[in-house]
């Protein structure tokens, strides 16, 4: 007698040696992760863990992070310099906007400088001086010497000597003309200066400079109030204080001038950035009644001067813009000042001959509330709009995050290593998510749920601030207290094995490398049940490559985790799919 032989079941093999990061989707591509906590794609094709972070230091109530020679940041109201405290206090509390232009930290709102280079340059970008006391005005030329009138009326002087000064009334207005001996003519004087005295000594130096462009109001004479330009400002603790202007008198007097007020101020500015030597702004919305919708240049290297017209090129700019809605960011991209509004992008081309012209791109803008997510990785430049992440090089924006999913995103900030963009932002349910985008390999990873306040990149480190534990951090390791023993997970979408040939994953092996003490466990999720059930541990006491074989049951589908902790590195996952029946 025969006995029927048992034909064994077909088995085929599938093995997985690329992970191509965190992909938000059920199906994603082979390797991907639907979730995953504290990895990293640095070894790509591997799939391990990230680095060991730094811990710097504690700040409180943290208020911003730029990134210079040294790192600088705000801290209880105080500015820091590669951690040591400087004369900036008192600062307000809430988040700054700290630009470096130069060798000065600028830090908005407040409008402080700081000279990192020399600490005793420090003080306000604006300046207010109210004259207390008799104010003299008397006429005088571009470097303040005061004119010796000899006459003044409508008929000519008889006989006058060389530069004499007449004072011509004879057309209704008031004329300065000079005596010329050489062209034997009276010489009309085009432009004729006040020179205005105050009873302070050496106020006045310290807070104004020559070329300032200020707003002069409260002088019972007409032609001083208004914006002017300090052609000279002198005096100190021995002589009385001077500011020359434009300003036509027919006589030198004086007044009892108790509200004469001269400012210097800097207008509102929603976004600002550096270029070009000079400090850009913008802003959206109403002031001094007025409703504004424009973009803001400083004069050529000093960021103090934004009504500073002498008809140079080096000479402040003021752009009105048509197209409305706030702003949403500012940047310095490619050498160009670029603004951003949700639908929008504004780009100013910076002439030497000071003819900057302004370009509008309608297109994906920066997402309201995202503007630190600006960020200029290689030569591109990345920020998170509304929908999604893109990445723009002058032309058109694309988006790089479909692997994100459709998940809501808001209060992006964001900073750059190398071709690495460290993306942190908010989710619809108001959790925070710290991502990490490579732009060479087109991957995205997520480490953890940091919410940075900000980013720098100084020399080998990559120092970010949590905003929710004031925790200073060095995201790649180079400073600080390293971390040890990081917690990880990675999870995978559905796998469906349900095929027309019913075959079923009969195991799942894992090839791993684990460092010493690192620790390793693999889940499983039958029928997206909810239920996590252990099927695989290991416990390394060495450093070296470990294979976990695994065996779920049969199911329709089903979802793999693994989680651990300490370095571990994935180099591949084989599946063993055998043949079922039709039950």
Known sequence: ?????????????????????????????????????????????????????????????????????????????????????????????????????????????????????????????????????????????????????????????????????????????????????????????????????????GQLPQLFRQYDGVTISGSQLDDINGEKILYAVGGDENTDDYAVVVGLLSAAQSDEQQDLKIQRKLPK???????QNRLWGCFYGSDGGKTLNEIYASALGDFRNFRQYLGLSTDSWTASVGSDGPWTGAVNYLGSPCFFKENRIHRVTVSAQGAHRLEETVCRGVQKGSAKSLCVVGETLLYKSPVEVCAWQGGFPRGVSQALGDGVYDRASAGAFGEKYYLSMRDAAGAWHLFVYDLAKGLWHREDSLQALGFARCGESLYCVDAASGRLWDLRGAAGSRESGIEWMAESGILDYRLPEHKYLGRCSFTLWLDRGAELAAWIEYDSSGDWIECGRIESAGRGTRTLPIRPRRCDHLRVRLTGRGAVKLFSVTRTLEVGSDA
């Open 269 to 275: 500015m929603d976004y600002v950035c550096e270029c």
């Open 1 to 201: 007698m025969f006995y029927p032989k048992l034909r064994a079941r077909k088995k085929s093999r599938q093995t997985v040696e690329r992970f191509p990061g965190y992909v938000r989707k059920l199906r994603g591509p082979e390797g991907a992760c639907w979730d995953m906590e504290n990895l990293s794609g640095e070894e790509y094709p591997l799939l391990e863990t990230r680095r060991p972070r730094g811990l710097v230091g504690m700040l409180t109530n943290p208020g911003g992070l730029l990134e210079k020679d040294a790192p600088c940041w705000v801290s209880g109201g105080t500015l820091y310099v590669n951690g040591l405290a400087t004369s900036v206090t008192g600062l307000a509390a809430g988040e700054k906007q700290l630009v470096s232009m130069g060798a000065y930290v600028l830090i908005f709102p407040d409008k402080v400088y700081y000279n990192t280079a020399d600490p005793t340059d420090t003080g306000s970008m604006e300046a207010s001086y109210r004259a207390l006391g008799t104010v003299s005005y008397t006429p005088c030329d571009v470097d303040g010497n005061p004119y010796t009138i000899g006459s003044t009326g409508v008929a000519e002087p008889a006989d006058p000597a060389n530069g004499m000064i007449w004072v011509d009334t004879s057309e209704g207005g008031t004329v300065y003309r000079e005596w010329s001996q050489v062209e034997f003519m009276w010489v009309s004087i085009e432009t004729v200066y006040t020179k205005i005295s105050f009873p302070s000594r």
